[in-house]
């Protein structure tokens, strides 16, 4: 499976941002999908996942009501819906592929990475 994210950007603190992440490829497969994110100097953390029916999320624990996950099978497509965003949340983020249809939890889980889009959020 290839993945492309999209939809990173600059954004103001309180402002909102939706990224994408298209799948081609061995896409008849159930697999999980998910979001990590890289910031500077810092390891690559997990963000979000969904399950291949869509019917199961999770979340770190700090995005929260803040971040949402959904996915859109006929279309191949994962989305990151993230409000009210802070500086803290500047990273590069990454669209992941599980290993499994329930879910993702950590990279070990992942068997493919998309190249990441940048999200900057200034003060």
């Known amino acids: 499976v290839q993945l492309q994210a999209s939809g990173g950007g600059l954004v103001q603190a309180g402002g909102s941002l939706r990224l994408s992440c298209a799948a081609s490829?061995?896409?008849?497969?159930?697999?999980?999908m998910g979001w990590f994110r890289q910031a500077p100097g810092k390891e690559r953390e997990f963000v979000a996942a969904?399950?291949?029916?869509?019917?199961?999320?999770n979340y770190k624990d700090s995005v929260k009501g803040r971040f949402t996950i959904s996915r859109d099978n006929a279309k191949n497509t994962l989305y990151l819906q993230m409000n009210s965003l802070k500086p803290e949340h500047t990273a590069v983020y990454y669209c992941?592929?599980?290993?499994?249809?329930?879910?993702?939890?950590?990279?070990?889980?992942?068997?493919?990475w998309g190249p990441g889009t940048l999200v900057t959020v200034s003060s």
């Open positions: 992941a592929v599980g290993r499994r249809s329930s879910g993702i939890a950590g990279p070990d889980d992942v068997s493919s």
């Open positions: 490829g061995r896409t008849n497969s159930n697999y999980a």
């Open positions: 969904i399950s291949w029916r869509g019917s199961v999320a």
